[in-house]
Nanobody, 125 residues
Framework: QVQLVESGGGLVQAGGSLRLSCVASGLTFNTYAMGWFRQAPGKGRESVSA???????YYVNSIKGRFTISRDNAKSTVYLQMNSLQPEDTAVYYC???????????????????WGRGTLVIISS
């Protein structure tokens, strides 16, 4: 049974930092591209960041320069380091795994094979 378990969410003030982690089990981690999606209150889910099997990365424009995605294949874990957080970053953040092969590291919802349950990030102004 595949499981993706996120952790690291919480409440922080604007300008602060959080590090999200997602531990995968039940799959061969290094054969999957991994991504982070988020869903803000009243909005649809958006692709925030992704990392390919070879380490190529994607970031949505709104987070470029502030967030960093990384993966540790030995630990079957993907991370999202989030700095300079802003109230508009408030959302539930979901970890996702995809065995789709793409020319670019971006992942869409239809590419996802497995989802985590999400971790809530709240940024106060």
């Amino acid at each position: 049974q595949v499981q993706l378990v996120e952790s690291g969410g919480g409440l922080v003030q604007a300008g602060g930092s959080l590090r999200l982690s997602c531990v995968a089990s039940g799959l061969t981690f290094n054969t999957y591209a991994m991504g982070w999606f988020r869903q803000a209150p009243g909005k649809g889910r958006e692709s925030v960041s992704a990392i390919s099997r070879t380490g190529s990365t994607y970031y949505v424009n709104s987070i470029k320069g502030r967030f960093t995605i990384s993966r540790d294949n030995a630990k079957s874990t993907v991370y999202l380091q989030m700095n300079s957080l802003q109230p508009e970053d408030t959302a539930v953040y979901y970890c996702a795994a995809s065995n789709t092969f793409r020319r670019t590291p971006w992942l869409g919802e239809t590419d996802i094979n497995y989802w985590g349950r999400g971790t809530l990030v709240i940024i106060s102004s």
